[in-house]
């Protein structure tokens, strides 16, 4: 998976020059991958991930069960979203909160749509836009609105 990030960090980097990446994760592998790409200078948070990986629990299982420091899930987690939305450039996922959220608060605070490149999906105008379900190919399949007060959505007429 993290090749997939390498090779639209390779086209951000011929695009722009860009040779500073901030990167989240939570797979301590991905760090330990790092040093054998040196045209890039990794930046990223310094803490324990094997924390995250040490079961196959979701995280919010292990908040629940107490078995991780939740302050420290809480604050990384923050701290990745605010450095992320800072970022001149955007790779990510835009079907995960974590991803939507950090782009969403990025053209928030520039007042522009920085260049981003979605692993996924195209960003869709905002956290309260209609959800809509994929296949594994990426076709919609079902459309929902989670806010009934919308009226450009057709079911709220």
Known sequence: KFERYLAEMEDIRR???VRRVFLCTDDPGVIQQL???PAF???YLHFDRALF???DWAIELKLLMATMDRRMVAESTLVDI???ADTDFFIGTLSSHFGSL????SVATKGYHPPYISLDYAWQGSLLSPVQLHTDDG?????QELNPKRRDFAGNK
């Open 41 to 43: 200078d990794f930046v």
């Open 35 to 37: 040093p054998m790409h």
């Open 53 to 55: 990986a040490a079961s």
């Open 139 to 143: 076709v919609t399949v079902d459309k």
């Open 102 to 105: 950090a782009y969403e608060l």
């Open 15 to 17: 695009r722009y020059g």
């Open 82 to 84: 605010l450095l992320l």
